[in-house]
């Protein structure tokens, strides 16, 4: 079983809606990051979260890591179709090196 | 450079044969990370150097994997007696320091094995 579990795992909403990703880990994180990832390119950093109940907005995306520090929320406000791809969280397992142990990935279709 | 850097951007390989992928990571990031991305899975961590010494190394798969950052910019890594199952995306990624300020990665390195 994966240690951080995205759900879901694909997801394809009309343009224009919101929606919300969410990445669950069994361990406490020291550090959450969300990344986008484009068929065939690398991963763009969103954002990254440390304290329990820190939020941190970014134009219409806004990620959020729950008190416990085990869950991660990803929300984006009135897609648009350049929100496509694929969404990414890794999680530092305070391992001192910063090394990330990632999700799956959610897959996220806008349709115009 | 402006970005981290991987070349080849893809690379197709026969079965057994030995490949080198190179990363370039931004100028003055002292951490460099390996990552190994499969077809819709998220990147395993590979490997971490910090300067030129491999600070963690502990998710090369086998003995076959190597890497090296012999004047701690420039990376290689290396994969000997290259088999199918090494078919991936190798991705590197470079920070000032342990990610404290997040990662910016390549665009990886596409390993086909025929």
């Known amino acids: 079983s994966q240690e951080l579990e995205q759900s879901p795992q694909s997801l394809i909403v009309q343009e224009g809606k919101n929606l919300t990703i969410n990445c669950t880990s069994s361990?406490?994180?020291?550090?959450l990051y969300w990344y986008k990832q484009k068929y065939g390119e690398g991963l763009i950093f969103l954002m990254m979260?440390?304290?329990?109940?820190e939020e941190k907005s970014h134009e219409k995306i806004t990620a959020k890591l729950d008190e416990k520090k085990q869950q991660s929320s990803l929300h984006i406000t009135a897609s648009q179709p350049s929100h496509a791809g694929i969404y990414l969280c890794?999680?530092?397992?305070?391992?001192?090196?910063?090394?990330?142990?990632f999700g799956q990935g959610t897959t996220l279709q806008v349709k115009p | 450079g402006a970005g981290v850097s991987q070349t080849p951007s893809n690379k197709v390989t026969e079965k057994g044969k030995y490949v080198e992928l190179r990363c370039d990571p931004i100028?003055?990031?002292?951490?460099l990370y390996w990552y190994r991305q499969s077809l819709g899975q998220g990147p395993e961590f590979l490997i971490y150097?910090?300067?030129?010494?491999?600070?963690?190394d502990s998710g090369l798969p086998n003995d076959r994997f190597f890497a090296v950052r012999p004047e701690g910019s420039v990376s290689t890594l290396k994969i000997q007696r290259t088999e199918r199952g090494d078919s991936a995306v190798y991705l590197c990624?470079?920070?000032?320091?342990?990610?404290?300020?997040?990662?910016?990665f390549g665009s990886g390195t596409r390993l086909t094995v025929v």
């Open positions: 990624a470079s920070s000032f320091t342990g990610g404290d300020y997040g990662y910016t």
């Open positions: 361990k406490t994180l020291y550090g």
């Open positions: 979260l440390q304290k329990g109940g």
């Open positions: 890794g999680a530092d397992r305070g391992s001192n090196t910063g090394k990330l142990i």
């Open positions: 100028s003055g990031h002292t951490a």
């Open positions: 150097f910090q300067g030129t010494g491999a600070a963690d």
